[in-house]
Protein backbone atom coordinates (compact mmCIF):
# COMPACT_ATOMS: atom_id res chain seq x y z
CA UNK A 1 0.00 0.00 0.00
CA UNK A 2 1.13 3.63 -0.96
CA UNK A 3 2.45 5.90 1.43
CA UNK A 4 -1.04 8.10 1.07
CA UNK A 5 -3.41 5.49 0.68
CA UNK A 6 -5.56 4.00 3.20
CA UNK A 7 -7.46 1.18 3.74
CA UNK A 8 -10.81 0.64 2.00
CA UNK A 9 -9.81 4.18 -0.16
CA UNK A 10 -9.42 4.24 -3.89
CA UNK A 11 -7.68 6.77 -6.13
CA UNK A 12 -9.54 7.88 -9.13
CA UNK A 13 -8.23 10.54 -11.58
CA UNK A 14 -11.02 13.18 -12.47
CA UNK A 15 -11.06 16.42 -13.36
CA UNK A 16 -10.35 19.16 -10.68
CA UNK A 17 -13.96 20.66 -11.79
CA UNK A 18 -17.31 20.00 -12.47
CA UNK A 19 -20.00 21.99 -13.63
CA UNK A 20 -23.57 21.25 -12.96
CA UNK A 21 -26.32 23.30 -14.56
CA UNK A 22 -29.44 22.83 -12.41
CA UNK A 23 -32.25 22.64 -15.05
CA UNK A 24 -34.83 23.90 -12.78
CA UNK A 25 -33.29 27.44 -11.94
CA UNK A 26 -31.13 26.92 -15.51
CA UNK A 27 -28.61 28.04 -12.69
CA UNK A 28 -24.71 26.62 -13.63
CA UNK A 29 -22.51 25.56 -10.80
CA UNK A 30 -18.87 25.00 -10.93
CA UNK A 31 -17.32 22.57 -7.69
CA UNK A 32 -13.81 22.21 -7.71
CA UNK A 33 -13.50 18.79 -6.18
CA UNK A 34 -10.24 19.37 -4.70
CA UNK A 35 -11.61 21.54 -2.30
CA UNK A 36 -14.66 19.76 -1.83
CA UNK A 37 -15.09 18.41 1.87
CA UNK A 38 -14.61 14.65 1.81
CA UNK A 39 -18.16 14.10 3.56
CA UNK A 40 -19.62 15.83 0.64
CA UNK A 41 -18.22 14.13 -2.34
CA UNK A 42 -18.69 10.48 -0.19
CA UNK A 43 -22.77 11.87 0.72
CA UNK A 44 -22.46 12.55 -3.72
CA UNK A 45 -21.51 9.09 -4.52
CA UNK A 46 -23.94 7.30 -2.71
CA UNK A 47 -26.87 9.07 -3.42
CA UNK A 48 -25.72 9.63 -6.91
CA UNK A 49 -25.53 5.89 -7.02
CA UNK A 50 -28.80 4.97 -5.07
CA UNK A 51 -30.89 7.20 -7.13
CA UNK A 52 -29.17 7.12 -10.58
CA UNK A 53 -30.40 3.33 -9.87
CA UNK A 54 -34.22 4.36 -7.94
CA UNK A 55 -34.51 6.44 -11.70
CA UNK A 56 -34.53 2.79 -13.36
CA UNK A 57 -37.47 1.82 -11.46
CA UNK A 58 -39.64 4.96 -12.39
CA UNK A 59 -42.72 4.24 -12.94
CA UNK A 60 -43.54 7.31 -15.66
CA UNK A 61 -44.46 4.62 -18.60
CA UNK A 62 -47.31 3.70 -16.71
CA UNK A 63 -50.22 5.89 -15.67
CA UNK A 64 -53.64 4.56 -14.14
CA UNK A 65 -56.90 4.25 -15.30
CA UNK A 66 -60.26 5.07 -13.63
CA UNK A 67 -60.24 1.47 -11.87
CA UNK A 68 -56.63 2.25 -10.52
CA UNK A 69 -54.67 -0.62 -12.67
CA UNK A 70 -51.61 0.76 -14.51
CA UNK A 71 -52.00 1.17 -17.98
CA UNK A 72 -49.23 2.26 -21.24
CA UNK A 73 -49.07 6.16 -21.17
CA UNK A 74 -49.84 5.76 -25.35
CA UNK A 75 -53.73 4.40 -24.76
CA UNK A 76 -53.16 0.69 -24.97
CA UNK A 77 -55.18 -0.77 -22.41
CA UNK A 78 -52.91 -2.79 -21.01
CA UNK A 79 -53.40 -3.87 -17.55
CA UNK A 80 -50.51 -4.89 -15.63
CA UNK A 81 -50.94 -6.57 -11.91
CA UNK A 82 -48.45 -5.89 -8.95
CA UNK A 83 -45.99 -8.70 -9.99
CA UNK A 84 -45.18 -7.43 -13.45
CA UNK A 85 -44.84 -3.81 -12.45
CA UNK A 86 -42.42 -4.95 -9.64
CA UNK A 87 -40.75 -7.44 -12.25
CA UNK A 88 -40.66 -4.07 -14.79
CA UNK A 89 -39.07 -1.78 -11.79
CA UNK A 90 -36.77 -4.51 -10.68
CA UNK A 91 -35.34 -4.54 -14.71
CA UNK A 92 -34.88 -0.78 -14.79
CA UNK A 93 -32.93 -1.19 -11.95
CA UNK A 94 -30.52 -3.77 -13.08
CA UNK A 95 -30.29 -2.01 -16.36
CA UNK A 96 -29.47 0.91 -14.40
CA UNK A 97 -26.60 -0.78 -12.47
CA UNK A 98 -25.29 -2.62 -15.62
CA UNK A 99 -24.82 0.97 -16.74
CA UNK A 100 -23.00 1.84 -14.07
CA UNK A 101 -20.80 -1.09 -14.29
CA UNK A 102 -20.29 -0.81 -17.85
CA UNK A 103 -19.80 2.90 -17.82
CA UNK A 104 -22.19 3.00 -20.88
CA UNK A 105 -25.29 5.57 -20.49
CA UNK A 106 -27.69 6.63 -22.63
CA UNK A 107 -28.06 10.18 -24.23
CA UNK A 108 -31.27 11.41 -22.23
CA UNK A 109 -34.48 10.67 -23.16
CA UNK A 110 -34.07 7.11 -23.98
CA UNK A 111 -31.84 7.48 -26.52
CA UNK A 112 -29.22 5.19 -27.48
CA UNK A 113 -26.43 4.34 -25.00
CA UNK A 114 -23.00 6.29 -25.48
CA UNK A 115 -20.10 4.00 -25.61
CA UNK A 116 -17.29 5.12 -22.95
CA UNK A 117 -15.41 7.07 -25.84
CA UNK A 118 -18.43 8.96 -27.08
CA UNK A 119 -19.12 9.79 -23.16
CA UNK A 120 -15.71 11.15 -22.94
CA UNK A 121 -15.50 13.15 -25.84
CA UNK A 122 -18.72 14.99 -25.04
CA UNK A 123 -16.86 16.27 -21.78
CA UNK A 124 -14.01 17.42 -23.46
CA UNK A 125 -16.08 19.02 -26.41
CA UNK A 126 -17.88 20.90 -23.52
CA UNK A 127 -14.91 21.88 -21.93
CA UNK A 128 -13.70 23.27 -25.02
CA UNK A 129 -16.86 25.13 -25.76
CA UNK A 130 -17.23 26.55 -22.06
CA UNK A 131 -13.05 28.05 -22.03
CA UNK A 132 -14.10 29.30 -25.52
CA UNK A 133 -16.79 31.62 -23.48
CA UNK A 134 -19.75 29.50 -24.37
CA UNK A 135 -22.42 29.25 -21.39
CA UNK A 136 -22.71 26.26 -19.30
CA UNK A 137 -25.97 24.79 -20.37
CA UNK A 138 -25.29 26.11 -23.84
CA UNK A 139 -21.87 23.72 -24.44
CA UNK A 140 -23.70 21.24 -22.40
CA UNK A 141 -26.65 21.19 -25.32
CA UNK A 142 -23.89 21.59 -28.23
CA UNK A 143 -21.51 18.76 -26.61
CA UNK A 144 -24.45 16.08 -27.50
CA UNK A 145 -23.27 16.81 -30.95
CA UNK A 146 -19.48 16.62 -31.07
CA UNK A 147 -19.30 17.41 -34.77
CA UNK A 148 -21.69 20.44 -35.18
CA UNK A 149 -20.05 22.16 -32.07
CA UNK A 150 -17.06 21.89 -33.64
CA UNK A 151 -18.08 23.34 -36.74
CA UNK A 152 -19.35 26.31 -34.86
CA UNK A 153 -16.25 27.06 -33.21
CA UNK A 154 -13.78 26.33 -36.81
CA UNK A 155 -16.71 29.22 -38.26
CA UNK A 156 -16.42 31.88 -35.26
CA UNK A 157 -12.66 31.27 -36.01
CA UNK A 158 -12.38 31.76 -38.95
CA UNK A 159 -14.83 34.65 -39.11
CA UNK A 160 -12.66 36.23 -36.51
CA UNK A 161 -9.13 35.62 -38.48
CA UNK A 162 -11.08 36.16 -42.00
CA UNK A 163 -9.50 33.01 -43.44
CA UNK A 164 -9.22 29.38 -43.11
CA UNK A 165 -11.65 25.89 -43.97
CA UNK A 166 -13.76 26.07 -41.47
CA UNK A 167 -14.92 21.92 -42.35
CA UNK A 168 -10.88 21.15 -42.23
CA UNK A 169 -10.22 22.99 -39.02
CA UNK A 170 -13.27 21.05 -37.42
CA UNK A 171 -12.48 17.96 -38.74
CA UNK A 172 -8.83 18.44 -37.33
CA UNK A 173 -10.09 19.33 -34.05
CA UNK A 174 -12.79 16.16 -34.32
CA UNK A 175 -10.00 13.69 -34.92
CA UNK A 176 -7.62 15.23 -31.67
CA UNK A 177 -10.57 15.44 -29.16
CA UNK A 178 -11.34 11.67 -30.24
CA UNK A 179 -8.10 10.50 -30.22
CA UNK A 180 -7.51 12.19 -26.75
CA UNK A 181 -11.27 10.90 -25.76
CA UNK A 182 -10.15 7.15 -26.19
CA UNK A 183 -6.44 7.93 -24.47
CA UNK A 184 -9.03 8.96 -21.69
CA UNK A 185 -11.30 5.73 -21.60
CA UNK A 186 -8.06 3.60 -22.06
CA UNK A 187 -6.23 5.00 -19.11
CA UNK A 188 -9.05 4.49 -16.74
CA UNK A 189 -9.42 0.84 -17.58
CA UNK A 190 -6.26 0.53 -16.72
CA UNK A 191 -6.89 2.21 -13.12
CA UNK A 192 -9.58 -0.18 -13.36
CA UNK A 193 -7.34 -2.88 -13.96
CA UNK A 194 -4.64 -1.52 -10.78
CA UNK A 195 -6.85 -1.32 -7.98
CA UNK A 196 -8.76 -4.25 -8.12
CA UNK A 197 -11.90 -3.41 -7.56
Known sequence: MAENETPNTVKVDVPRTVAITYSATDQEVIFDLENLPAESIAFILDYGFRQYGNDGA???KYERDDDGKHVLKDGKKIERDADEVTADKVAGVKARIDAIM???FKSGGGGRALSPVETELRSLVNTV????????????KMA????EALVHLADLRVKKDGKGDAKAIATKALETLTARAEEHVAANKNVDAEIGV
Open 129 to 140: LRKRGISGIDAT
Open 102 to 104: AGV
Open 58 to 60: AMD
Open 144 to 147: KKPS
